[in-house]
């Protein structure tokens, strides 16, 4: 690696380094910590959107001192890993030979209403929250080598990959090209991984690699971009398209073990799967089930739940006015949403500058039915946390 000695260098790219790419800067470092160097750039730099500023506040996360910054300003050899974030547009050339990842994140920013801009920003940061699950994983593969969305332009170079490898095409049509990644070194196909999707859980299929890339980590890495791939996919109201990734294997059970897959019996895995022609293949009849359960990451759902009172009451309303008729310590309160919305209230109201608390609690002490009197010290508020 050349980032550094000691510290592997990670470049997030797209056009403008206003939106996507600076989401994905900010949120990698908070992710990473000092593990990796983490930076972003745009071929046409147009500024920090103060869209994407607000949407990380949600996350607790301040990326105001953020800058817009042009590709060719990065030093190459500060680099080891590009991710480009491009979807509509063509993504900036980085031309050292590193490696390369691509995560097709749709562009949030635009002449929205406020409600739909902040909407689609929380979408984006959301994708890239999940794909940065399995961005490690693509350090440790062969220097050159890109990971990519599959295309119908990879069909011929795929059946001829998993034909060497001994796995079935049947059915390739239920996860290809829309839910396939292609590893390509020098321009020559030496990795693939797909996932079919039925109703809401997925399965991993033709995960194969070359024998010139094997022990190499790259089948580590295709597995772990199709997972977060997987991960990242959302319905149209924002909430995850999939609750588990699931496989059927023959000789790798103990690989998939180590990444968080368990065995099942075949009886049970979810019955949607039952439609994929790989459940139904004889020669898969006696392969080991597998199935991980797909979370979503937690940060970034107490962010969605904050996001959603405010959006609802205009703030995180006091316990008692959101749950008016649940009564305080009550088995209701423990056992109903109260005890959620406190955790969510509290991780909110600590984000709070100091006047700001001082704000809040002079509009709602007032407004304290007896038995929630004092509640605003730390004690009570411990008390209620406990």
Known sequence: ????????????????????????????????????????????????????????????LDISG??????????????????????????????????????????????????ELRRRFRRARRQITERLAGLEASLAIPDGTSLMPASTDDRAEVEALLTASGLPLDGLDDGFPR???????????????????????ALLRSVAVVDAFRKRHLGEALVADRVAWTQAQLREDGQPAYGSISLLTTTAEAFFASRGFVTKPRGKLPPSLERSTQTQLSACSTAVAMTRMLMLDRDELFADGIASEI???????????????????????????????????????????????AAYRARWEPDEPADWKGWFEDDELDDDAS
């Open 1 to 60: 690696m050349v980032g550094s000695a000691a510290m592997p260098g990670v470049l997030f790219l797209c056009v403008a380094n206003s939106a996507r790419s600076q989401l994905a800067e900010g949120l990698a470092r908070a992710r990473f910590g000092d593990r990796l160097l983490i930076q972003s750039a745009g071929s046409e730099p147009k500024g920090l959107n103060p869209m994407a500023i607000e949407v990380m506040r949600e996350r607790g």
């Open 66 to 115: 953020h800058t817009s910054k042009r590709a060719d300003a990065i030093d190459p050899a500060s680099v080891d890993v590009v991710v480009t974030l491009c979807a509509e547009e063509v993504c900036p050339a980085f031309l050292r030979p590193v490696r390369r990842v691509h995560w097709p994140i749709p562009d949030p920013a635009g002449d929205y209403p406020p409600a």
């Open 179 to 201: 839910g396939a990644v292609v590893a390509r070194a020098r321009g020559e196909l030496v990795g693939v991984a797909a996932v079919e999707t039925w109703d809401d859980n």
């Open 311 to 357: 959006d609802a009451h205009g703030t995180m309303l006091p316990l008692w006015r959101r749950y008016p008729d649940i009564e305080r310590y009550s088995i209701g309160w423990r056992m109903g949403s109260g005890e959620w919305y406190l955790h969510l209230w509290q991780l909110w109201f600590e984000r709070l500058t100091p006047d700001e608390q």
